[in-house]
């Protein structure tokens, strides 16, 4: 498989396990890091489509370097690390992380995670309904102070770009594309996420805190990204129409 994948992690027996099982997989571009400052020196050589990120690093921490590579990228970073409290994992998740892998771990659960991250790139598991497709290059999603230019994987609001990590992003456009209707979590985890994250619901909760403080004038009295108490989430494009 063409895709590049870096791997930061400081055990030398991690570093095999996941080379050996991905390259089994298909994979074939592979590039392993041990620390923060050669997963930056190597991120800048190969600019990678997939980052596989442990937190606890001899020269940093992993919370941080990600932080860091979310002000210019919205590649897939996958967290992979012996943290396994709730916080550590809504910290990860909240910083821009994708996905949060507890060691020890299933090789074949990873390699399921790689691969369902890597399709979503494209979008292409987010369904489009027959009313809202145009040209792939000039379809653009409007509500209030923001516009999303789909094919480019922009955000704008107020006329400034807002990066936003490749799970925020799908996230939002699935719900802008189907205004006023509600989805709950497990909806949306579903449709987003897809059965291979292996993941829990709480993940889709702080997704919708994240894009609030992007969207939103104030995130806690949202006018567009609506909790439905009991239901879900929806979206709504025009506020004054509201009648909760």
């Given at each position: 498989m063409s895709a590049k994948i870096l791997i930061v992690d400081d055990e030398q027996a991690i570093l095999y396990l996941l080379k050996i099982v991905l390259e089994k997989e298909g994979f074939n571009q592979l590039y392993c890091?041990?620390?923060?400052?050669?997963?930056?020196?190597?991120?800048?050589?190969?600019?990678?489509?997939?980052?596989?990120?442990?937190?606890?690093?001899?020269?940093?921490?992993g919370f941080t370097f990600c932080s860091r590579l979310r002000k210019w990228t919205t590649i897939p970073i996958l967290f992979l690390t012996a943290k396994d409290h709730d916080l550590d994992?809504?910290?990860?998740?909240?910083?821009?992380?994708?996905d949060y892998?507890?060691?020890?771990?299933?090789?074949?659960?990873v390699v399921a995670r790689i691969k369902a991250q890597l399709r979503r790139?494209?979008?292409?598991?987010?369904?489009?309904?027959?009313?809202?497709?145009?040209?792939?290059?000039?379809?653009?999603l409007r509500f209030g102070?923001?516009?999303?230019?789909?094919a480019e994987g922009r955000l704008v609001v107020d006329g400034n770009d807002v990066p936003l990590p490749a799970k925020e992003?799908?996230?939002?456009?699935?719900?802008?594309?189907?205004?006023?209707?509600i989805f709950s979590r497990a909806q949306l985890y579903?449709?987003?996420w897809g059965e291979e994250s292996f993941g829990d619901e709480n993940t889709v909760m702080v997704h919708i805190r994240r894009l609030r403080e992007k969207i939103e004038i104030n995130p806690s009295q949202p006018v567009h990204l609506l909790t439905i108490r009991g239901l879900g989430y929806k979206l709504i494009?025009?506020?004054?129409k509201v009648r909760e």
């Open positions: 890091a041990e620390s923060v400052a050669e997963a930056e020196r190597v991120y800048e050589e190969i600019h990678p489509d997939l980052i596989i990120l442990d937190v606890m690093l001899p020269d940093g921490d994992k809504l910290l990860g998740l909240g910083i821009g992380g994708d892998i507890v060691k020890p771990f299933n090789p074949l659960e790139q494209s979008f292409n598991l987010v369904s489009r309904p027959k009313d809202t497709i145009r040209g792939p290059e000039t379809e653009v102070r923001s516009q999303i230019y789909v992003f799908q996230l939002l456009v699935f719900l802008a594309r189907r205004p006023n209707r579903e449709e987003v494009p025009e506020p004054s």
